[in-house]
Protein backbone atom coordinates (compact mmCIF):
# COMPACT_ATOMS: atom_id res chain seq x y z
CA UNK A 1 0.00 0.00 0.00
CA UNK A 2 1.73 3.18 -0.86
CA UNK A 3 0.76 7.16 -1.23
CA UNK A 4 -0.17 9.71 1.19
CA UNK A 5 -3.00 11.90 0.31
CA UNK A 6 -6.02 10.35 -0.99
CA UNK A 7 -8.47 13.18 -2.70
CA UNK A 8 -12.25 11.63 -3.45
CA UNK A 9 -15.31 13.00 -4.40
CA UNK A 10 -18.67 12.04 -2.44
CA UNK A 11 -20.89 9.68 -4.01
CA UNK A 12 -23.60 7.60 -3.34
CA UNK A 13 -22.57 4.66 -1.82
CA UNK A 14 -23.82 1.29 -3.26
CA UNK A 15 -24.98 -1.65 -0.78
CA UNK A 16 -21.84 -3.64 -0.35
CA UNK A 17 -21.84 -7.02 0.83
CA UNK A 18 -18.88 -7.04 3.24
CA UNK A 19 -18.39 -5.33 6.49
CA UNK A 20 -15.37 -4.25 8.18
CA UNK A 21 -15.45 -7.30 10.47
CA UNK A 22 -15.65 -9.44 7.54
CA UNK A 23 -12.44 -7.87 6.78
CA UNK A 24 -9.81 -8.60 9.59
CA UNK A 25 -7.94 -11.50 9.80
CA UNK A 26 -8.44 -11.77 6.05
CA UNK A 27 -4.87 -11.48 3.84
CA UNK A 28 -4.76 -9.62 0.78
CA UNK A 29 -4.61 -9.08 -2.24
CA UNK A 30 -6.89 -10.40 -3.98
CA UNK A 31 -9.74 -8.56 -2.44
CA UNK A 32 -13.37 -9.07 -1.50
CA UNK A 33 -15.58 -9.09 -4.67
CA UNK A 34 -16.62 -5.08 -5.10
CA UNK A 35 -13.50 -3.67 -3.55
CA UNK A 36 -10.02 -2.72 -4.58
CA UNK A 37 -7.27 -0.64 -2.50
CA UNK A 38 -6.95 2.77 -3.26
CA UNK A 39 -3.78 3.31 -1.97
CA UNK A 40 -1.95 3.30 1.57
CA UNK A 41 1.03 3.62 3.71
CA UNK A 42 4.06 1.57 5.39
CA UNK A 43 3.90 2.06 8.88
CA UNK A 44 7.08 0.40 11.30
CA UNK A 45 7.85 0.48 14.80
CA UNK A 46 11.50 0.02 14.37
CA UNK A 47 13.86 1.74 13.37
CA UNK A 48 15.32 -0.85 11.20
CA UNK A 49 15.19 -0.03 7.48
CA UNK A 50 14.77 -3.42 6.42
CA UNK A 51 11.40 -3.53 9.01
CA UNK A 52 9.70 -0.23 7.17
CA UNK A 53 6.76 -1.73 5.91
CA UNK A 54 5.85 -4.32 8.66
CA UNK A 55 2.28 -2.54 8.95
CA UNK A 56 0.35 -1.15 6.41
CA UNK A 57 -2.24 1.64 6.75
CA UNK A 58 -4.87 1.84 3.29
CA UNK A 59 -8.10 2.33 1.93
CA UNK A 60 -10.54 -0.21 0.27
CA UNK A 61 -12.77 0.97 -2.59
CA UNK A 62 -15.46 0.13 -4.32
CA UNK A 63 -15.10 0.67 -8.22
CA UNK A 64 -16.44 3.83 -10.09
CA UNK A 65 -19.90 3.94 -10.81
CA UNK A 66 -19.33 5.50 -14.06
CA UNK A 67 -16.12 5.93 -16.33
CA UNK A 68 -15.79 9.62 -15.33
CA UNK A 69 -16.85 8.65 -12.04
CA UNK A 70 -13.59 7.91 -9.25
CA UNK A 71 -13.80 4.91 -7.01
CA UNK A 72 -15.60 5.27 -3.68
CA UNK A 73 -14.17 4.65 -0.24
CA UNK A 74 -15.52 2.03 2.01
CA UNK A 75 -12.77 1.67 4.90
CA UNK A 76 -9.30 2.45 6.36
CA UNK A 77 -8.11 -0.78 6.95
CA UNK A 78 -4.72 -1.81 9.06
CA UNK A 79 -2.37 -4.49 7.82
CA UNK A 80 0.45 -6.75 9.05
CA UNK A 81 3.05 -7.54 6.50
CA UNK A 82 2.23 -11.43 5.54
CA UNK A 83 4.43 -12.13 2.44
CA UNK A 84 4.76 -11.80 -0.91
CA UNK A 85 2.70 -13.67 -3.83
CA UNK A 86 5.43 -12.58 -6.83
CA UNK A 87 6.16 -8.69 -6.80
CA UNK A 88 3.30 -7.80 -4.94
CA UNK A 89 3.32 -7.07 -1.28
CA UNK A 90 0.26 -9.27 0.85
CA UNK A 91 -1.30 -7.88 4.21
CA UNK A 92 -3.23 -9.79 6.84
CA UNK A 93 -6.02 -7.11 8.30
CA UNK A 94 -5.60 -6.32 11.64
CA UNK A 95 -8.42 -3.97 11.78
CA UNK A 96 -10.75 -2.07 9.64
CA UNK A 97 -12.65 0.86 10.11
CA UNK A 98 -15.34 2.01 7.71
CA UNK A 99 -14.53 4.78 5.94
CA UNK A 100 -15.44 8.32 8.01
CA UNK A 101 -18.21 10.17 6.84
CA UNK A 102 -16.64 12.88 4.78
CA UNK A 103 -16.91 16.46 2.73
CA UNK A 104 -16.11 16.86 -1.07
CA UNK A 105 -13.03 17.65 -1.42
CA UNK A 106 -11.86 16.30 2.31
CA UNK A 107 -9.53 13.51 2.24
CA UNK A 108 -7.35 11.31 4.25
CA UNK A 109 -4.10 11.79 4.70
CA UNK A 110 -1.47 9.37 6.32
CA UNK A 111 1.98 9.99 7.46
CA UNK A 112 2.64 13.26 7.53
CA UNK A 113 0.26 14.13 10.73
CA UNK A 114 1.94 15.36 14.27
CA UNK A 115 -0.45 15.01 17.46
CA UNK A 116 -0.14 17.72 20.20
CA UNK A 117 3.05 19.49 17.66
CA UNK A 118 4.92 16.33 17.67
CA UNK A 119 5.22 14.24 14.68
CA UNK A 120 3.85 10.88 14.26
CA UNK A 121 3.68 8.82 11.34
CA UNK A 122 1.25 6.18 12.10
CA UNK A 123 -1.62 8.57 12.28
CA UNK A 124 -4.40 8.45 9.70
CA UNK A 125 -6.53 11.55 9.46
CA UNK A 126 -10.05 13.15 7.46
CA UNK A 127 -8.21 16.41 6.36
CA UNK A 128 -10.30 19.29 5.24
CA UNK A 129 -8.15 21.57 2.70
CA UNK A 130 -9.33 24.78 2.68
CA UNK A 131 -6.44 27.00 2.26
CA UNK A 132 -2.69 26.89 0.53
CA UNK A 133 -1.58 29.58 2.93
CA UNK A 134 -0.50 27.50 6.03
CA UNK A 135 2.13 24.75 6.48
CA UNK A 136 -0.10 22.71 8.69
CA UNK A 137 -3.88 22.03 8.40
CA UNK A 138 -5.73 21.90 11.69
CA UNK A 139 -9.65 21.68 10.63
CA UNK A 140 -9.69 17.66 10.98
CA UNK A 141 -12.91 15.71 10.67
CA UNK A 142 -11.56 12.59 12.19
CA UNK A 143 -8.36 10.85 13.42
CA UNK A 144 -6.96 7.37 14.38
CA UNK A 145 -3.94 6.59 15.36
CA UNK A 146 -2.52 2.65 14.64
CA UNK A 147 -1.40 0.81 17.75
CA UNK A 148 1.66 -0.93 17.09
CA UNK A 149 2.12 -4.01 17.65
CA UNK A 150 -1.41 -5.11 17.65
CA UNK A 151 -2.20 -3.12 14.42
CA UNK A 152 -5.58 -1.39 15.89
CA UNK A 153 -6.51 2.05 15.66
CA UNK A 154 -7.20 3.95 18.48
CA UNK A 155 -9.48 7.28 17.97
CA UNK A 156 -8.02 10.29 18.57
CA UNK A 157 -9.50 13.36 19.43
CA UNK A 158 -9.60 15.47 15.94
CA UNK A 159 -8.34 18.88 18.01
CA UNK A 160 -5.16 17.46 18.82
CA UNK A 161 -3.94 16.72 15.32
CA UNK A 162 -3.09 18.32 12.62
CA UNK A 163 -1.85 17.87 9.32
CA UNK A 164 1.18 18.85 6.43
CA UNK A 165 -0.61 21.01 3.76
CA UNK A 166 0.33 19.15 1.02
CA UNK A 167 -0.98 22.37 -1.28
CA UNK A 168 0.72 24.51 0.84
CA UNK A 169 2.93 27.14 -1.62
CA UNK A 170 6.11 27.36 0.62
CA UNK A 171 6.62 23.71 0.63
Known amino acids: MGGTGLAWSMSVLAPLSVAATDLVGRVVPPYPAGLDELGGSCVSDSPDPARVCDYS ?11 GGEPVPRF ?3 GQFAGRDGARAQWRITDALPYPVARPGDYLQFGTCRVDGRDDA ?3 AIVRQRDTATAWL ?4 WAGRLKLP ?8 ARTVDCLNEAYDGL
Do not use: C, H, N, Q
Not at 138 to 141: E, F, Q, T, Y
Not at 150 to 157: H, N, T
Open 138 to 141: KDIA
Open 150 to 157: EGRFDRLD
Open 57 to 67: VGVLASPARDA
Open 76 to 78: VVA
Open 122 to 124: RVA
